[in-house]
């Protein structure tokens, strides 16, 4: 006669688990390793049951992959591990809260459940019908409990509504006109809440009154505006790309009926702004302004050679500039001596 079994069921709690991956991600990485070095790095010289039931309830939790030669950590734990200094990373709370629930019986008495479970008795009354033996029914119950306390401490949320109102979620229904707040890290960043002005074409980063950062929509949460001011009849409109420019201070404002000109140069750029329409005076005096503008930018140009003098280079222009008196006399043709009286 056949022994009966109980269908398959982590044996570890998934905080254990995370513990004994870890163990194997310091030692491999994220590179495939046989069977035989995964179960050494786990401190066991041999396959044994309690080996195997380690990697078997990793693998339910979708900690490692593969199997034979090429068992590897997976994505999910590897955000687990890097990001544990960040407590209010969204990438590590998700797969925490996928991981949790990626064995089946577990996501099954979620999906039943929530996170409001009924008595321990309720619960084997619930997992023999689905032909489990009595003490595998009270060692998913241990397990399952622990993993919500688990979970609990971290502040994951794993109930199915409280996934809906994830700050991905929520972000994605902020536009234009709401007042937001910024959580960064598990910090507010704003004393009150501020007022988004601008989203980027991806819709992943938000832009508000008063700054030019730009900030993650994610780690942004909808706010009262009357906390603030109240909220004007239109919505601030979005700046253009030339007012971005103009903010950065690359562009200099330009008012109607004037044109500019941008040169590049590798020391930065040189930015000229003349009225649309000259006359011919009015041409002249700029031109003549253009050529002390030369000299005073000439004073600023030197040979950097190591060893070299320095030597400013003058601009070379067409206009003839006026002797000082103290040269004038070396115009003058030196005039013969007279002759000494015999």
Known sequence: MTKKRSPNYPGLS????ITSVTRIYRSEHTHAAAQAAVIGDLGYSSASGRALAQLGAMRAYELLEGRGDAIRVSPKAVAIIEFIAEPTNQTRLQALRDCAFAPTIFKEMRDQYGDHLPSDAALRHWLIAK?????????????????????????V???????DASPETEGMRIAIGDYVQWDSQG??????PKRVRELSEDGEWAFVEGSNTGMPVKELTLENPSATKPEASNPPRPRTMVEAQQAAGQVLPTSLGSRQDIFSLPEGPVTLQWPATLGQESFQDLSDWLDILKRKIGRSVSVNL??????????????VEPLPDSRKSE???PTEPEPSPR
């Open 131 to 155: 032909d489990y033996l009595s003490k595998a029914a009270d060692e998913v119950i241990h397990t399952y409990r622990d993993n919500l306390e688990f979970l609990h401490r971290l502040n």
């Open 187 to 192: 910090v507010l960043q704003f004393p009150q």
């Open 331 to 333: 115009l003058v043709p």
């Open 157 to 163: 949320s794993y109930n199915r509504e409280d996934e």
């Open 14 to 17: 998934l905080e254990d688990a």
């Open 306 to 319: 190591v060893g070299a003098k320095y030597i400013p280079i003058k601009a070379q222009t067409n206009r």
